[in-house]
């Protein structure tokens, strides 16, 4: 329990914002919600001890992908330590074209990414039968809300949790994600066209995902080795083996 628990106050929230609130019904926004209704907000630690979210920014995030506004804040943590929290967005109004949330996908929606990227994540092109992977907006939901009309595959792309899950830590520390919502700002960027891209967040930054899978790992192994012999941390070593190569024209 944090320190601010106890001075918490009932936050007054006009009654057609209330009927939204009451017409959200998945698990995980529905707890962020009525623990916000009950305390005034929640935080990080409430969301990982309390009710077992080891991801607090993506239970945040279903909240607003039901058009539900928060705002992120600090708090004292039961350790001292400042951490995150959050509570409806001062004007607890929903953002225009976004009331009512994420629109559900159609039955053979998830068929038609397979169909057309493959059934493998986008960003470190693992490739999972097709259950493992998720399906998500190129631009976040929280920038561009729904598509107009007729969703279109080339607006969504598939991903794997892990990587899900990177992408949402990073899009929630974008200023464009925060502040800006421009949308052209978020289709430049590495979450939306990991294949095309000129920046991360906002970010100077190039990025390559590899994944070592099945009879792959022990080629891994090997390289976490070498590495502890060169005494080099795995990623430096492993771009100094790409720096090489490269130097050498390509060849090892």
Not at 15 to 34: D, G, Q, S, W
Not at 192 to 200: E, R
Request: include cysteine.
């Amino acid at each position: 329990m944090t320190r601010e628990q106890g001075k918490r106050k009932q936050p007054k929230v006009p009654k057609r914002f209330l009927k939204r609130l009451e017409a959200v019904t998945a698990k995980r926004p529905k707890t962020v919600i009525n623990h916000i209704l009950k305390h005034g907000h929640i935080t990080t630690e409430e969301l990982r001890d309390v009710y077992g979210y080891n991801h607090p920014p993506r239970a945040a995030r279903d909240v607003r992908e039901e058009g539900i506004p928060l705002e992120t804040f600090r708090v004292i943590g039961s350790d001292g330590r400042r951490i995150g929290a959050y509570r409806f967005g001062k004007s607890v109004k929903t953002r225009s074209g976004r009331l009512g949330g994420r629109k559900v996908w159609p039955k053979d929606f998830k068929k038609q990414l397979v169909e057309r990227y493959g059934s493998c994540c986008e960003v470190c092109s693992t490739t999972y039968e097709p259950r493992y992977l998720q399906i998500d907006h190129r631009v976040p939901f929280e920038v561009a809300g729904n598509p107009k009309g007729k969703m279109k595959v080339e607006e969504f792309m598939l991903l794997c949790g892990s990587c899900n899950r990177a992408k949402s830590w990073s899009c929630e520390h974008c200023e464009n994600w925060t502040a800006d919502h421009v949308i052209k700002v978020c289709q430049s960027c590495y979450w939306a066209t990991p294949d095309n891209y000129a920046h991360i967040a906002l970010e100077l930054v190039r990025r390559l995902d590899i994944v070592w899978k099945g009879g792959e790992v022990p080629e891994y192994d090997r390289l976490v080795a070498l590495s502890k012999r060169s005494k080099k941390k795995l990623p430096s070593f492993v771009k100094n083996l790409l720096n090489k190569s490269i130097h050498k024209g390509g060849k090892v």
